[in-house]
T-cell receptor, first 117, second 115 residues
Framework: AQKITQTQPGMFVQEKEAVTLDCTYD???????LFWYKQPSSGEMIFLIYQGSYDEQNATEGRYSLNFQKARKSANLVISASQLGDSAMYFCAMRESSGGSNYKLTFGKGTLLTVNP | NAGVMQNPRHLVRRRGQEARLRCSPMKGHSHVYWYRQLPEEGLKFMVYLQKENIIDESGMPKERFSAEFPKEGPSILRIQQVVRGDSAAYFC?????????????FGPGTRLTVL
């Protein structure tokens, strides 16, 4: 089974509107971390936001927020007031605590976001 | 504080040649990770190193691939006798600690093309 599932290969949004990128995960661990990274066309991986499994509040970083629903095992990224520069590939990733390998990031296949003017 | 540095950014090799990819972690980070990204895929873990130690190389192909992180100098990912299937983007990441809550910061990647 996929550990990280991103069901939207591509998404379109109008500039200045909000967009939600979906991410569901599969783990039996109690302690884990969820991350979102942005990969623009230039190719680098840029860290956006982090949510810990024990965090009671949803994480926010500027225009990015994470809609964390633990019971549903989902960690959707919300980008408010989209900008043209937000056009990029977005990856959801998870680190689990079990098995002594709590350093491995497991990535989803990504969602390509296009912001239209 | 400089970020994670990788060089070269682009590397072209012919089949059978060797590829050497370098990674300098962020200052103060002693944990280094290598990931590989095949076209239209997410990143896949290859190896985790601390200074002079390979901690986990379970994601690395057993043949032709090796990694090191010497006491002095950058971490090196070495691919011997490259084949076309090795064409990919190779990312290095670093972190100051190893906890599931810790963020890994990525370098810009090295794009390897095997002709």
């Amino acid at each position: 089974a996929q550990k990280i599932t991103q069901t939207q290969p591509g998404m379109f949004v109008q500039e200045k509107e909000a967009v939600t990128l979906d991410c569901t995960y599969d783990t039996s661990d109690q302690s884990y971390g969820l991350f979102w990274y942005k990969q623009p066309s230039s190719g680098e991986m840029i860290f956006l936001i982090y949510q810990g499994s024990y965090d009671e509040q949803n994480a926010t970083e500027g225009r990015y927020s994470l809609n964390f629903q633990k019971a549903r095992k989902s960690a959707n990224l919300v980008i408010s007031a989209s900008q043209l520069g937000d056009s990029a590939m977005y990856f959801c990733a998870m680190r689990e605590s079990s098995g002594g390998s709590n350093y491995k990031l497991t990535f989803g296949k990504g969602t390509l976001l296009t912001v239209n003017p | 504080n400089a970020g994670v540095m990788q060089n070269p950014r682009h590397l072209v090799r012919r089949r059978g040649q060797e590829a050497r990819l370098r990674c300098s972690p962020m200052k103060g980070h002693s944990h280094v990770y290598w990931y590989r990204q095949l076209p239209e895929e997410g990143l896949k873990f290859m190896v985790y190193l601390q200074k002079e130690n390979i901690i986990d190389e379970s994601g690395m192909p057993k043949e032709r691939f090796s990694a090191e992180f010497p006491k002095e100098g950058p971490s090196i990912l070495r691919i011997q006798q490259v084949v076309r299937g090795d064409s990919a983007a190779y990312f290095c990441a670093s972190s100051p600690w190893v906890r599931e809550t810790d963020t890994q910061y990525f370098g810009p990647g090295t794009r390897l093309t095997v002709l």
